[in-house]
């Protein structure tokens, strides 16, 4: 049974940090890209963040107004994947989830649950 379980997110105010964690299981954790994505209230689902294992060792991708702030890492150890969200402003406020993309089969997609991330004074 797959699973992605979402964990990390609460209130933080403006200037703070947070780290996201996801834990998966029931699949094969280095075949797959993992992501991190965030869906605020009123707006479509948006892209943070990738990373894949190349034969050059890990590949990553950041949505560029995010670049500097966020940082993504993955434990294929732990089958986990990270967000390290430093300088967070109001506007990051959302659900952010997890997804899992294989890297030879496009079809093969999974996504968490969903972790919420407040971010207020």
């Known amino acids: 049974q797959v699973q992605l379980v979402e964990s990390g997110g609460g209130l933080v105010q403006p200037g703070g940090s947070l780290r996201l964690s996801c834990a998966a299981s029931g699949f094969t954790f280095s075949s797959y890209a993992m992501s991190w994505y965030r869906q605020a209230p009123g707006k479509e689902r948006e892209l943070v963040a990738a990373i894949t294992i190349t034969s050059f060792g890990a590949s990553t991708t950041y949505a560029d107004s995010l670049k500097g702030r966020f940082t993504i890492s993955r434990d294929n150890a732990k089958n986990t994947v990270y967000l390290q969200m430093n300088s967070l402003r109001p506007e990051d406020t959302a659900v952010y989830y997890c997804?899992?993309?294989?890297?030879?089969?496009?079809?093969?997609?999974?996504w968490g649950q969903g972790t919420q991330v407040t971010v207020s004074s």
């Open positions: 997804n899992a993309a294989h890297v030879m089969i496009p079809a093969r997609v999974y």
